[in-house]
């Protein structure tokens, strides 16, 4: 009988959580139920300036956005029962605040919840 060893224990004590969010062609498990069609958005951290796209305050907002857009799915799951969440499609707008001067991104990510 194998012994466990302990880079073993380290391995699986590192394993990571469950997955519950799933990125376009990623699927979720077979035995998942779809519940319904759901939308979910989010904006980044405003910044000074003007966003380029794909410039380097784009690429900071847009990082700042998906995580914020990411934790906002993981609660929506939780809020509406779900176990799962399959992101179908992404959009992605520049917004400005000429007042300010300040600038950001805003996500709406598109999604299907399972249970």
């Not at 073993?8 to 699927?27: G, K, M």
């Not at 980044?44 to 956005?65: P, Q």
């Not at 969440?85 to 399972?114: F, K, P, Q």
């Amino acid at each position: 009988m194998p012994t466990v060893t302990s880079l073993d224990q380290a391995a699986v004590n590192a394993a990571p959580a469950a997955q519950t969010i799933f990125w376009y062609r990623d699927l979720p498990p077979l035995n998942a139920e779809v519940v319904q069609e759901h939308t979910v958005d989010a904006c980044s951290a405003r910044v000074s300036g003007a966003i380029a796209y794909r410039g380097e305050l784009w690429t900071t907002c847009y990082a700042d956005a998906m995580s914020q857009v990411t934790r906002r799915l993981k609660q929506e799951i939780t809020r509406l029962g779900g176990r799962y969440a399959r992101v179908l499609s992404e959009s992605v707008d520049s917004r400005h605040n000429a007042a300010t001067g300040e600038a950001w991104l805003h996500i709406v990510l598109t999604y299907m919840l399972y249970k």
